[in-house]
Nanobody, 123 residues
Framework: VQLQASGGGLAQAGGSLRLSCAAS????????KGWFRQAPGKEREFVGN????????VYADSVKGRFTISRDNAKNILYLQMNSLKPEDTAVYYC?????????????????WGQGTQVTVSS
């Protein structure tokens, strides 16, 4: 399966962006899917994930209350709605599939990393 994130761009602080992650090939719709981000010079950071039914989400403290993850299994698309953006949200955002049980924020448990999308938030 290949994942492709899109929807990134430039936003002002306090603004919003909506990212999408489309899957091609086998879609793994019954798996947890997540979002990570990586800022320049920093390690990849967990943003959040969502279970296969879409009724349970987990978020990093840094984005809780501002970001919302959702999924449309019929369309094989994962979404990340980002509100109240801050300059520290600037990063390349990636989507991935969680293939093993374990800590949600452990990126070694995720596979099929797609090409990321750049999000830049200006102050």
């Amino acid at each position: 399966v290949q994942l492709q994130a899109s929807g990134g761009g430039l936003a002002q602080a306090g603004g919003s962006l909506r990212l999408s992650c489309a899957a091609s090939g086998r879609t793994f719709s019954s798996f947890v899917k997540g979002w990570f981000r990586q800022a320049p010079g920093k390690e990849r950071e967990f943003v959040g994930n969502i279970n296969y039914r879409g009724d349970n989400t987990v978020y990093a403290d840094s984005v809780k209350g501002r970001f919302t993850i959702s999924r449309d299994n019929a369309k094989n698309i994962l979404y990340l709605q980002m509100n109240s953006l801050k300059p520290e949200d600037t990063a390349v955002y990636y989507c991935a599939i969680k293939f093993a049980k374990g800590t949600d924020s452990d990126d070694s448990l995720y596979r099929s990393w797609g090409q990321g999308t750049q999000v830049t938030v200006s102050s």
